[in-house]
T-cell receptor, first 112, second 113 residues
Framework: KAGVTQTPRYLIKTRGQQVTLSCSPI?????VSWYQQTPGQGLQFLFE???????NKGNFPGRFSGRQFSNSRSEMNVSTLELGDSALYLC???????????FGQGTRLTVV | KQEVTQIPAALSVPEGENLVLNCSFT??????LQWFRQDPGKGLTSLLL?????REQTSGRLNASLDKSSGRSTLYIAASQPGDSATYLC????????????FGPGTRLSVLP
C-alpha cells in the first residue's frame, strides 16, 4: 500500500515569492498534519486538518496556511518567503486524529 | 507547556550491542507516545506507538516502555546492526488533542561494523 506522498521533493525559491507544497495521505487516512524541521528548532508542528477543517495550528505566522480537499489531500502555502523558511517540510497522515501517524519523505525548501 | 528531551544526544556503539535510548516529557497528560527513526535528509519512519494506558510495546528487536507518571519512555534495541544507524525521535501527543506532536530533539545513533 502506498505511503504518504509529498511533492515536490526539492524546491528553490527566492525571498518574497510564495510556494505551495502538496501531500497525498495514505488511502483511507483522513487526518493530515504538517511539520517544519530545521537544525536549530527541530520538528515543529504547523497545522492539522481533518475532514477538510483545520483542527489545530502551531505557533507560526499567518504567512503559513493550508487546506485539505475532500479526498483528504492537503496543501500548505507559504507566502512572502523569508530565508528562515528554509527547512524540510514534513506531512503526516493517520486514520483518524489519534491513531498512529505515518510521515512522508518531506519537501526540502531552500529560500535564497 | 510540554517539553520533550532525549538522552543521549548521540551514541556510537559496536555492532551486536544492546542499547537504550531515553525520552523524558514534562507533562504527564499525554494520549500516546510514538517513536520514529529518521535517516539523513529523509522523512520519519514509525517504529512503535504506545498508548498512555500501556506499559510497553514490542516489534522485532525493538521494545519501547512508557512510565507516564514519571514522564519517561525508553527504546531498547537488541543486537544492534549497522542498518540501525539513524536519528531516533520520540514524540508525545497531548491528551485528546489530535495529531499535534511535540517532538524531542532526537538521539543520533551510529552502529559500527
Amino acid at each position: 500500500k502506498a505511503g504518504v506522498t509529498q511533492t515536490p521533493r526539492y524546491l528553490i525559491k527566492t525571498r518574497g515569492q510564495q510556494v505551495t507544497l502538496s501531500c497525498s495521505p495514505i488511502s483511507g487516512h483522513r487526518s493530515v498534519s504538517w511539520y517544519q524541521q530545521t537544525p536549530g528548532q527541530g520538528l515543529q508542528f504547523l497545522f492539522e486538518y481533518f475532514s477538510e477543517t483545520q483542527r489545530n495550528k502551531g505557533n507560526f505566522p499567518g504567512r503559513f496556511s493550508g487546506r485539505q480537499f475532500s479526498n483528504s489531500r492537503s496543501e500548505m502555502n507559504v507566502s512572502t518567503l523569508e530565508l528562515g523558511d528554509s527547512a524540510l517540510y514534513l506531512c503526516a497522515s493517520s486514520l483518524d486524529r489519534l491513531k498512529e501517524a505515518f510521515f512522508g519523505q518531506g519537501t526540502r525548501l531552500t529560500v535564497v | 507547556k510540554q517539553e520533550v528531551t532525549q538522552i543521549p544526544a548521540a551514541l556510537s556503539v559496536p555492532e551486536g550491542e544492546n542499547l537504550v535510548l531515553n525520552c523524558s516529557f514534562t507533562d504527564s497528560a499525554i494520549y500516546n507516545l510514538q517513536w520514529f527513526r529518521q535517516d539523513p535528509g529523509k522523512g520519519l519512519t514509525s517504529l512503535l506507538l504506545i498508548q498512555s494506558s500501556q506499559r510497553e510495546q514490542t516489534s522485532g528487536r525493538l521494545n519501547a516502555s512508557l512510565d507516564k507518571s514519571s514522564g519517561r519512555s525508553t527504546l531498547y534495541i537488541a543486537a544492534s546492526q549497522p542498518g540501525d544507524s539513524a536519528t531516533y525521535l520520540c514524540a508525545v501527543r497531548r491528551d485528546n488533542y489530535g495529531q499535534n506532536f511535540v517532538f524531542g530533539p532526537g538521539t543520533r545513533l551510529s552502529v559500527l561494523p
